[in-house]
């Protein structure tokens, strides 16, 4: 296969490339090395790749000139998978021109560049629960450690009203929109996957991104200031740590990703929820348990003010990509957390 992966040096896009370059693809990546860890993760990649199996271009998506030189050069490919993006919601308030330019300016180019050099091409987008926004309207109950959503316990399923909430939730819904549509009226092999929490090895989580890969780090600075017998110093949650949403492993992306591109006659043109489902789904609160319970650890927090724009429960509703291809998560959270401790240890 002749896979292309915008945003390959993240985390989502170097675990599909690794994979790639281990089943002897052709792996081309474009990446503006813009996040934490993609530096280490392009190193990695290349470690792993032979010769002649790997190109990574580093330039900014919504510089369509550059897109359209790399598809003159590279194009046709098998599959595309889009990837590249800002995906903080919090960045998205700082800097919303920025966030405009590399998820829309940026889809809109790839598409058209798909368009013109590669229309044969699956091209698979990773768009984002955050554009069903805030979720006020669906009844949310309180319990000890989580909400619940008693109207949807399946968690929610594609047909749920859009309400783009923040930047972030306007540009990914604008682009999302974008690539449904250039199936609708040019034919394109286009699928769009709106993710819930992905997490794994080769995630280098920030405050505002990664939330199991953020208090996985905060966790092991706290048990590693106590093994050394100094303060432990309090982290911060956002709200009082009962949010909910359903956890994916990276493996069980990557899987899904490969069983897509083997499967574009049926996918094309849909939208699919895609998360760990109802099953795999983890408050904050219940993640610090399964973490103090594994370490013996006591974790100290603090809570703050909700997140603008923040959903209390959100949980996807698998049925619909269970239909089309059978595909079903397979790894726990208590697998996968204790898997990612590993890596990030």
């Known amino acids: 296969m002749k896979l292309l992966i915008t945003g390959g040096c993240g985390f989502v896009g170097s675990n599909l490339a690794a994979s790639a370059l281990n089943k002897q693809d052709q792996v081309f990546i474009i990446d503006s090395l813009f996040r934490l860890g993609s530096e280490k993760n392009k190193t990695w990649l290349a470690s792993k790749a032979k010769k002649n199996q790997l190109m990574i271009e580093i330039f900014d998506i919504a510089d369509s000139k550059a897109v359209n030189n790399f598809f003159e050069k590279y194009a046709p490919f098998d599959g ?9 919601m919090t960045t998205s308030m700082q800097n919303p021109r920025l966030d405009f330019l590399t998820n829309v300016v940026g889809t809109f180019n790839l598409l058209e560049a798909t368009r013109q050099y590669s229309p044969q091409a699956t091209f698979i987008y990773a768009s984002t629960n955050k ?11 309180e319990r000890e450690n989580r909400y619940i959503s008693p109207g949807f316990p399946n968690g929610f399923d594609e047909s749920f009203q859009l309400d783009f909430s923040s930047p972030y939730g306007c540009s990914k819904g604008a682009a999302d929109q974008y690539v449904r549509d250039w199936h609708r009226n040019y034919g394109l092999n286009t699928i769009v ?8 090895g080769r995630q ?3 405050f505002d991104q990664g ?4 208090f996985c780090l905060q966790t092991l600075q706290q048990k590693q200031a106590l093994e050394k017998g100094i303060d432990i110093k309090p982290f911060t949650i956002a709200g009082n ?5 359903d956890v994916l492993h990276i493996e069980d992306l990557v899987k899904l990703y490969e069983l897509t591109f083997s499967n574009t006659n049926m996918c094309r043109g849909e939208i699919f929820n895609i998360g760990g489902g109802i099953g795999n789904s983890l408050s904050l609160l219940e993640l610090f348990k399964i973490l103090n319970d594994n370490l013996e650890i006591h974790l100290n927090f603090q809570q703050t003010p909700w997140r603008h724009s923040d959903q209390k429960f959100f949980v996807c509703n698998l049925s619909k990509i269970n239909g089309y291809i059978a595909w079903y998560p397979k790894i726990t959270p208590l697998e996968g957390i204790n898997q990612y401790w590993n890596w990030l240890s």
Do not use: C, D, P
């Not at 595309?80 to 903080?88: D, E, P, Y």
């Not at 939330?211 to 953020?214: C, E, L, P, T, V």
């Not at 740590?241 to 949403?245: A, D, L, M, N, P």
């Open 80 to 88: 595309i998978a889009h990837l590249a993006g800002q995906v903080a």
């Open 131 to 141: 554009v069903y926004g805030e979720m006020k309207e669906i009844n949310i109950e």
């Open 193 to 200: 996957f709106r993710h819930s929490s992905i997490y794994g």
């Open 204 to 206: 280098f989580a920030t």
């Open 211 to 214: 939330w199991i890969g953020w």
């Open 241 to 245: 740590g009962k949010q909910v949403r």
